[in-house]
């Protein structure tokens, strides 16, 4: 008699209690990060070429039945026409491409003469929320929600309250060596490195082939790319 449907509310999500310090509420949530916009100058200025002249040149068997709404399909940028680059032989070195412009860079070149982006740098790929950040060696690059701590990335993780607005930095070496670390007050949800949680205000050794978590969801597959060529 006393039976019946489950309670309203059973289903709640195991890290949901966790939320970020009170620090009021989330400026500016203007809705789901869409992706890492121009991270730098160079590159983005390539893709939004690349863009803009993709042709869809398919025919269409017939009107279509009704324009659904929901997110437009972005015509999909193609391999890049660009001049092809043959490596040179001379000497038996190869230049191997830009990773930033593809231009042809030698193998003892530690800077791209084009672009001027150095060799030895870290790749951090996340796919939620999609987000490529390429960085080399200088001032660390900060992971958080605060726009001014956190120029490079706040936009991208607008929206995942998990990741703290301070949560952590990465620092690329010029030998090729990258360290993650926590501010000194640490992030509220952690920082993981392989699983294990980093411990605050400590500088930890990241290796390439790494996985870089913030909090529970946010995870980054690591990248190194060394001085020498053929590293990483
Ligand atoms: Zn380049």
Not at 153 to 163: C, E, L, Q, R, Y
Request: aromatic share 4%.
């Amino acid at each position: 008699m006393s039976g019946g449907a489950a309670p309203a509310g059973w289903w709640r999500e195991p890290d949901d209690e966790e939320g970020e310090a009170p620090a009021g509420p989330a400026e500016a949530p203007a809705g789901p990060a869409e992706v890492a916009e121009p991270a730098e100058a160079a590159g983005a200025d390539a893709a939004g070429k690349a863009d803009a002249e993709a042709p869809e040149a398919r025919p269409r068997p017939g009107p279509r039945p009704e324009p659904r709404p929901g997110p437009r399909p972005e015509p999909r940028p193609e391999p890049q026409p660009g001049p092809r680059f043959a490596p040179p032989r001379a000497g038996g070195e190869v230049s191997a491409p830009c990773w930033n412009c593809r231009a042809p860079v030698a193998p003892r070149d530690a800077r791209c003469a084009s672009c001027d982006c150095a060799r030895t740098h870290a790749l951090l790929v996340c796919t939620e929320p999609c987000l490529e950040l390429r960085h080399g060696p200088g001032p660390p690059l900060r992971l958080g929600r605060h726009p001014d701590w956190a120029p490079r990335t706040a936009a991208a993780f607008t929206g995942w309250n998990k990741v703290s607005r301070r949560h952590a930095s990465i620092t690329v070496e010029p030998d090729g060596t990258a360290w993650v670390e926590e501010p000194e007050a640490g992030s509220r949800n952690g920082t993981y490195l392989n699983g294990a949680r980093i411990a605050a205000g400590v500088r930890t050794p990241v290796r390439d082939g790494d996985q870089l978590r913030l909090g529970l969801r946010v995870s980054f597959a690591v990248r190194l790319y060394g001085p020498e060529p053929g590293t990483g």
